[in-house]
T-cell receptor, first 113, second 112 residues
């Protein structure tokens, strides 16, 4: 069974740029959720994708957007990067059954200069 | 709206002594509750979950938690701490929309 993988591991961007982060879900999972974890804080829910459609969104602006592909992998896109976007971005996959366990990837560390 | 409050940002115990990490929740619906652990430079790992079945939930590595609706609490305990338990612990509440809300975390230090 392959776990959740994320790429890249680390990324450095400058303010105003755009970034794309990638996530491959665990085998058999059809739902992907994205979280932002700022230093010293708990993860904050960005959005969730199920069958290629957004299935819930947290309190993040529209410049945070995503995609889910037919193989259930997913991308997180952030436009017009701001310094406060510097964080660990976590992807989690699960089945759509409510409150089922989410399996987390190791994360992508984004630094915005 | 749902939310979680972890009452201690840092807990320090000696190896072999009990661990108690406190969590209070707020939810408009019957919640599902989770505890996750995050070791440095590693992904989040599920310790245990409560989904309206038994109120005392047993998890991995000897951890357990008790759901107390009257107190809106879901505290995590372990009878005897091990050095490998040192990590960041997150209490999480989820409503029917699969929106998972994490607490701010409790850093557990285990002294030899």
């Amino acid at each position: 069974e392959t776990g959740v993988t994320q790429s890249p591991t680390h990324l450095i961007k400058t303010r105003g740029q755009q970034v794309t982060l990638r996530c491959s879900s665990q085998s058999g999972h059809n739902t992907v959720s994205w979280y932002q974890q700022a230093l010293g804080q708990g993860p904050q829910f960005i959005f969730q994708y199920y069958r290629e459609e957004e299935n819930g969104r947290g309190n993040f602006p529209p410049r945070f957007s995503g995609l889910q592909f037919p193989n259930y992998s997913s991308e997180l896109n952030v436009n017009a990067l701001e310094l406060d976007d510097s964080a660990l971005y976590l992807c989690a996959s699960s089945s759509i059954v409510p409150a089922n366990e989410q399996f987390f990837g190791p994360g992508t560390r984004l630094t915005v200069l | 709206a749902q939310s979680v409050t972890q009452l201690d940002s840092h807990v320090s115990v000696s190896e072999g002594t009990p661990v108690l990490l406190r969590c209070n929740y707020s939810s408009s619906y019957s919640p599902s509750l989770f505890w996750y652990v995050q070791h440095p430079n590693k992904g989040l790992q599920l310790l245990l979950k409560y989904t309206s079945a038994a109120t005392l939930v047993k998890g991995i590595n000897g951890f357990e938690a008790e759901f107390k609706k009257s107190e809106t609490s879901f505290h995590l305990t372990k009878p005897s701490a091990h050095m490998s338990d040192a990590a960041e612990y997150f209490c999480v509440v989820s409503d029917r929309n699969n929106d998972m809300r994490f607490g701010a975390g409790t850093r557990l230090t285990v002294k030899p």
